[in-house]
């Protein structure tokens, strides 16, 4: 039996595989009321046919000028649950597990007239000007993602992860290069984060695992590196955080370090963060090549792996994967005489 293609338990929750679908915005809401269409639903019950063991839905945020663009999802309102559960409810039918990343996108809200931040400094010159958010304003924050998750939760998602990376929100916040406030949320550089995540728990089901999206390194001059993030990871951890899912990068222009561009430039990140904490993790980062994928999991770097572009090109990523008995048992009835 391959590692890629053994189950997976933490807590509820159980997967069939190792394989995730990681979050990737669409930017595909036409009518811009933040709601999945009909390119969502195909786009993610593709890769649920396509055998993945767990889909985590893109970036969906928690208030409209808290989207990338407006062509962005959203959980606002509870007009748009109705829509994520049929994505939701037919994910189900294909034995994949599906979570919805919840965020807020801070400065780089692209088509907010003022977009809000920790601090009033721009992601860089292509952005806003952005505005800090008051001390009760990040407060107002806390509740909206905690509302949100709500909503994921009743559109019945199987986990969530909160999205604490890439330069967003909570990133903007827990950044000792962007937050340059001088309240409790500047004294204590992860305690936003901290609240999210309690607020968010405080809602979830028992058994219902919390994923935290985070970068373990930036690339800008002076960016923070392995050792902070490991330190924010275990107060995120001592909150509630079930795994984490373990990128880099995207705080804003990089300085005289660049991300790595090779298969697997990710993973030691992950193990990094698995091995200080002890806790299951995600990795990340061209992971295409099935053969690394797999030592990724024999070898502990991580619990599972992400695919993201390649899931982009192949839907069917898990089935070609995948080998014989464990290939077998994935193909819907009606594909079979395909393989
Ligand atoms: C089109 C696209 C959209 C993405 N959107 C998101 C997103 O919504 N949230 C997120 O955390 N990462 C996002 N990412 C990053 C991916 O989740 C993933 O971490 C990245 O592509 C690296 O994995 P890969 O080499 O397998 O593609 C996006 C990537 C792509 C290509």
Sequence with gaps: MSNLGRTFQLKNFELKNRIVMPPMCQYSVEAKDGKPNDWHFV??????????????????????????????????SDEQIPSFRRIIDEVHKYGAKIGIQIAHAGRKAEDAAVPLSSSPIAANKHYRQPRA????????????????AVRAIKAGVDTIEVHGAHGYLIHQFHSPGINQRDDEYGQDLALFGVEVIQAIKSVMPEGMPLIMRISAVEYMDGGYDLEHSIELCRRYQA?????????????????????????????PYARAIKQALQIPVIAVGILDD??????????????????????LRDPYWALHALEGEERKSLIPRQYERGF
């Design 43 to 76: 786009h993610y019950v593709s890769r649920a046919v396509g055998g993945t063991g767990l889909i985590i839905m893109e970036m969906t945020d928690i208030e409209p000028d808290g989207r990338i663009s407006d062509y962005d999802l959203g959980l606002w």
């Design 133 to 148: 958010l008051t001390t009760a304003e990040v407060k107002e924050r806390v509740q909206m993602f905690k509302e949100a």
């Design 239 to 267: 909150a509630g955080v079930d795994m984490f899912d373990v990128s880099s990068g995207g705080e804003g222009p990089t300085g005289k370090k660049k991300p790595a561009n090779h298969p697997g430039y990710q993973v």
């Design 290 to 311: 099935p053969a690394l994928a797999e030592a990724t999991i024999a070898n502990k770097d991580a619990d599972l792996v992400a695919i993201g572009r390649a899931m």
